[in-house]
């Protein structure tokens, strides 16, 4: 009989524990995106990964060297790097970047593209926006016109150059 | 005043003063039929719409938000979805009783709700038995079910059938029993009786024992609508959707307005019993004079469906918060701990009005 009545009111003291809980959550700002709406104040996650682009600077240059390690280390083939061969000024022969071509409808965002580029010339952004109507559309071309890689120091400073990108890449 | 007592009776006066007498009473009779039917749908419209907004409110979402402003034009949608709906026939099952059964049901659950009185006028059954009468003509739905389950030729159904039996059966024992504890201490059985019983202090602040009674009475209530931790007959992880699964369209959705009909009717009753229905808050003092004056000024029939919808809520923040229970958890509840308790509750209650209430009156 004592354990009966300590068992009720020890039950009826758990469910209010549990009713007092659950009003907590019924008070607590809602989690849900209102998403069309709010797609200017919609909370995004920097390590989200939307889309592959180019980390260009200001001078419309890019750190691509076109080694092809990205294209090589891409499991279903997204990504194509297209090179050329130019003559620079003091007669040699160099391999530079033509067309860096990128299969959004073949990706699956698993990023090994990025971890595996030397130069962090890729990285994500958050834009998910991708629908079109035409899948050619998905393949983007990601080196924008007009624009070069970064001219690069003799071979001495590269070591130093690149420690120094990631850094960069890290700050963001 | 805000009272609809005044339109009710001009009502009356200009049909009888251009219709004979028998004539004006079908056509107040089907007015009232009318009337009562489009209550129910629009409680059950407005209770779909809170159910999905509190359990998403509960779960740190927002619910539906694009029918309308604040999705309020949701339940209007998912009923004329439901309404174009096919209804399925099904090969080998008892045609009959598989239609009888939602109509026990539907009955049921609008008979009871006929029995609530909404206002001071606004009153649709009362007689000198109403407790009785709501005790038993609650019960039909029981009926309703086993049939539905029973009918539907399925094994789930049957199992959601057998469960709602057991389950029915055993809490409208310790609901009966809180119930009676209330009319031992309103001395009558007839609604508007108990009401005016409370037209001074409400019965849960008249006695100690009316809060272990209206306790009982809510959960037994809850119990009864097949929801929340007690919805063993509809368990869909287990049963995928218990009696109902082969109603299809509008005869599901028609035990689905049951439901949630049956929902506010427990409510209602309860507030009838416990709170006082459509009185007024007053405090019974010399000092409250003016406050029982300002609470006088709000219209009786917001009185009945605030503290309604107030027992609702608390209906549905009980269902969000608790896990289901197993079938011997939920009988062992009933057996062994409600209707004890309610049996010494209305032993208690009996004494207090046969012997305290004598010696300090």
């Known amino acids: 009989m004592k354990k009966y009545i300590k068992d009720l009111f020890s039950g009826i003291y758990a469910l209010l524990q549990g009713m007092y809980i659950t009003n907590l959550n019924f008070w607590r700002p809602k989690v849900t995106e209102q998403y069309p ?41 997204s990504l194509e790097v297209i090179t050329k061969s130019i003559t620079t000024e003091d007669g040699k022969t160099k391999k530079v970047l033509d067309k860096f071509l990128y299969d959004l409808g073949s990706c699956t965002f698993c990023s090994v593209c990025t971890q595996s580029c030397a ?35 003799p071979a001495v400073a590269a070591p130093k150059a690149a420690p120094a990108a990631g850094q960069n890449e890290n700050q963001q | ?66 029918a309308g402003f604040w999705g309020l034009l949701q339940p209007f949608a998912d009923m004329i979805k439901i309404l174009m709906k096919e209804i399925i026939p099904l090969l080998k099952n008892d045609k009959f009783l598989f239609f009888t059964a939602l109509f026990l049901v539907i009955i049921g659950s609008l008979c009871t709700f006929g029995a609530l009185q909404f206002s001071k006028d606004l009153v649709g059954i009362d007689f000198n038995v109403g407790v009785f009468y709501v005790l038993a003509i609650s019960s039909l739905g029981v009926l309703g079910i086993l049939l539905a389950g029973w009918s539907s030729n399925n094994k789930y159904t049957m199992i959601g059938a057998m469960r709602a039996g057991a389950q029915l059966v055993s809490y409208e024992l310790s609901s009966g029993l809180s119930l009676l504890t209330i009319v031992i201490l309103g001395g009558t059985m007839q609604l508007s009786g108990l009401i005016e019983a409370q037209s001074e202090t409400w019965f849960l602040f008249q006695t100690p024992f009316t809060w272990i009674a209206m306790v009982i009475y809510l959960i037994a209530g809850h119990a009864e609508t097949n929801r929340g931790p007690f919805d063993l007959p509809e368990a869909e992880s287990e049963l995928t959707a218990g009696y109902h699964i082969e109603y299809s369209g509008i005869t599901f959705g028609l035990f689905y307005v049951g439901e949630y009909v049956n929902m506010f009717t427990i409510a209602g009753i309860g507030t009838m019993v416990f709170l006082g229905g459509w009185q007024p808050f007053h405090i019974n003092a010399e000092w409250a004079a003016g406050f029982n004056g300002v609470m006088d000024m709000i219209p009786t029939w917001l009185w009945f469906f605030a503290k309604a919808f107030g027992l609702v809520m608390l209906s549905l923040w009980v269902r969000w918060s608790f896990p289901r229970l197993r079938i011997d958890q939920l009988l062992h509840l009933e057996w062994k701990i409600l209707m004890p308790i309610s049996l010494l509750n209305m032993l208690l209650m009996a004494l207090w009005v046969t012997v305290l209430v004598p010696l300090f009156a």
């Open chain 1, 37 to 77: 709406e709010d797609r200017q104040t919609a909370r995004q996650f920097e390590r989200f990964r939307g889309e592959l682009v180019f980390d260009m600077n200001d001078q419309n240059e890019h750190k691509c060297i076109a080694c092809g390690l990205c294209a090589r280390n891409c499991p279903n083939q």
């Open chain 2, 1 to 66: 005043m805000l009272e609809v007592g005044g339109i009710l009776s001009w009502i009356h006066e200009a049909l009888s003063s251009s219709c004979p007498e028998w004539l004006t009473l079908l056509i107040e009779y089907v007015l009232i039929g009318v009337g009562f039917l489009a209550l129910y749908a629009l409680i059950a419209l407005i209770l779909i719409l809170l159910e999905r907004k509190v359990c998403a409110y509960y779960q740190c979402r927002l619910g539906p938000m694009r």
């Open chain 1, 119 to 153: 130069q962090k010339a890729i990285k994500w952004t958050n834009n998910f926006e991708h629908a079109v109507f035409n899948r050619s559309a998905l393949v983007k071309q990601l080196n924008p016109e007009g624009s070069k890689a970064i001219e690069r120091k």
